[in-house]
């Protein structure tokens, strides 16, 4: 079974970091491009930063540009967000996307990937 499972999410006071793991099950990364998104209650979904299944190039919103940065490690079968300067706005549920893809990722509305995570809250707050 193909899983995706987001986990470094918790409580982190404005101007701190957290790093976001997502982390696939039944399936390795190697050949999928991977999106990270986040959906607050009543928001569309966002598309904040994806990487080619390479790693090779990446892309970012403009909201999270220079805060955060997107990495994987095909070895561990990991995709990491590293996350900075955190502001109380970023304050939602992050989700990791796969599609099975070289060469391209999408930051749209999140149609384009096949395989999602169930979340994993992040609150900023003092």
């Known amino acids: 079974q193909l899983q995706l499972v987001e986990s470094g999410g918790g409580l982190v006071q404005p101007g701190g970091s957290l790093r976001l793991s997502c982390a696939a099950s039944?399936?390795?990364?190697?050949?999928?491009?991977i999106g990270w998104f986040r959906q607050a209650p009543g928001k569309e979904r966002e598309g904040i930063s994806c990487?080619?299944?390479?790693?090779?190039?990446?892309n970012y919103a403009d909201s999270v540009k220079g805060r955060f940065t997107i990495s994987r490690d095909n070895a561990k079968n990991t995709v990491y967000l590293q996350m900075n300067s955190l502001k109380p706005e970023d304050t939602t549920i992050y989700y990791c996307?796969?599609?099975?893809?070289?060469?391209?990722?999408?930051?749209?509305?999140?149609?384009?990937?096949?395989?999602w995570g169930q979340g994993t809250q992040v609150t900023v707050s003092s």
């Open positions: 039944g399936f390795t990364l190697d050949y999928y491009a």
């Open positions: 996307a796969a599609r099975r893809r070289r060469g391209l990722c999408d930051l749209g509305e999140g149609d384009w990937y096949d395989y």
């Open positions: 990487i080619t299944s390479s790693g090779g190039s990446t």
